[in-house]
């Protein structure tokens, strides 16, 4: 499995760009404060791993995601049996190990025991169940184009991959039980992105090898929307490793099982009524992957976002596949049809408004809409956005998105002559954009750029 690139998805640079007025040399710099806070940033902030908790659904409905997860690969290739690791299971971390990794992995690892119930630990030994292995992106992107971080079963490491990595050695479905696996995550990206590969990666190699687009709960889901694991995911790998299930056990003896497991685990979800489900259909999700995936031509890109919007509509979907496709629809026409942007980001927003399990979606948009309003000249707008926004950025651990929230919000402070609170707001932002963003360059081209979209400040 892997993390794929989403770089229609990044808070991309480019995009803010787009939304700036265009330049015509006549703008005034920015103010000599910003410059300032950019000669100098403060300290990393980060986050202390804390639970991350998203609303209980029922059990049955959890059940079918449960089974759906485990039983089927991404591609729609069947899983015969479950598989999972004896615990205790040990985790060792080698290669280019950035500082940042190693207190990360213990956070997730302390999560995973106390919420999931899962006996597992950090070694210094040789040798674990699980290899975490730290390389340089270009290294891993030559072998593995697009994919941000992957994890094999049955290698121990960078060099075992490579021998077998075209064979069936690799392959997830021959598992009769789970002895060895690597997560192999970038060694030269920004802190955030390594902490949301660890915690991705890390829970299919424990658990579930499927991601599905349905889930508004969840980092098995291939939107890269939650960056961290959940209370749901948490409760997906508990009842993985519940003692009532076994390795080798097919679907239909885990589907004859698991229902009482969940009621045991999670006895909110028994009383709530399970909404009607459909799958998500191949043809979507080609659309969504191409929509998503460079490469393509932008004309192609859109087309097919647009049909994965029509075909959402079309199947009666409400929540995170149709806000999804429009919120791609929306990035895809940024810098190329403003209406139509702006439109299909306020249809995402609505979609995603109309439940709690789609808060963060919801905040994702917020900030594209941010960026109109803030061009647009209306603080006030972004400063509403903001302020709902931003204490789900940080319930969810999203630094990269908190401090660019806070970045509009500056902004947006500083267009309503609050100077003074606008400099201490961009200030604060600064620690959570350097583990959100990485290098001090990137954090400083954030920051410039949502700057240029103030039409006090030209461009």
């Keep these: 499995m892997k993390r794929r690139y989403r770089r229609l998805l990044a808070l991309s640079i480019a995009f803010l760009t787009a939304c700036s007025p265009a330049p015509n040399g006549s703008g005034p710099s920015l103010p000599t404060r910003t410059m300032g806070l950019q000669d100098s940033l403060p300290p990393m902030r980060s986050f202390a791993g804390d639970r991350v908790t998203t609303p209980t659904r029922s059990n049955r409905e959890i059940g079918k995601d449960f089974m759906d997860l485990s039983f089927q690969m991404e591609s729609g290739r069947p899983v015969t049996r479950l598989t999972r690791f004896e615990t205790p299971i040990s985790v060792r971390v080698t290669g280019q190990v950035p500082p940042s990794l190693t207190p990360d992995l213990r956070a997730l690892l302390g999560r995973l025991r106390d919420e999931a119930g899962i006996d597992i630990f950090m ?33 121990s490491s960078w060099a075992e991959f490579k021998t077998v990595r075209r064979t069936p050695t690799v392959d997830w479905t021959t598992l009769e039980r789970r002895d060895r696996a690597t997560v192999f995550v970038p060694s030269d990206v920004a802190p955030q992105e390594i902490r949301d590969c660890l915690h991705e990666e890390l829970a ?74 459909n799958d998500t259909t191949r043809d979507w999700i080609q659309n969504i992957e191409t ?3 460079a490469g ?3 004309t192609t890109r859109r087309t097919a976002a647009l049909r994965a919007v029509n075909l959402a509509r079309a199947l009666n979907w409400s929540g995170p596949r149709d806000g999804f496709a429009l919120y791609a629809f929306g990035r895809l026409n940024v810098g190329y049809d403003s209406d139509l942007a702006l439109n299909a980001f306020q249809q995402s927003l609505q979609i995603y408004s ?49 401090a660019t929230l806070m970045m509009f919000k500056a902004e947006a402070l500083e267009m309503q002559g609050r100077s003074g609170e606008a400099s201490a707001v961009r200030l604060d ?28 400040k030209g461009t």
């Design 291 to 293: 929509a998503l995936t």
């Design 429 to 456: 932002s600064l620690g959570w954009a350097r583990y959100g963003f990485g290098h001090d360059d990137n954090v400083r081209a954030r920051l410039s750029e949502i700057a240029s979209l103030n039409p006090l």
């Design 296 to 298: 393509s031509s932008g």
């Design 204 to 277: 299919q190699a424990l658990g579930p090898l499927n991601d599905l687009y349905r889930l508004p709960d969840s980092v098995f889901n291939d939107d890269n929307i939650h960056a961290v694991l959940t209370s749901f995911d948490m409760l997906i790998l508990q009842a993985y490793y519940d003692p009532a299930l076994a390795n080798g056990m097919t679907r239909g003896q885990v589907a004859a099982r698991l229902g009482p497991v969940l009621d045991r685990l999670n006895p909110a979800g028994q009383a709530r009524p399970a909404r009607p489900q």
């Design 354 to 402: 109309g439940s709690p399990e789609t808060r963060l979606h919801a905040a994702h948009v917020s900030v594209q809409l941010a960026a109109f309003a803030l061009s647009s000249g209306d603080g006030q707008a972004v400063l509403d956005l903001a302020e709902w926004a931003l204490p789900v950025a940080a319930a969810h651990e999203n630094a990269a998105l908190l």
């Design 123 to 155: 070694t210094g030994a040789e040798s674990a169940a699980i290899t975490v292995e730290a390389i340089p992106r270009a290294v891993l992107n030559k072998a593995v184009p697009r994919a941000a971080c992957f994890v094999v079963p049955r290698v």
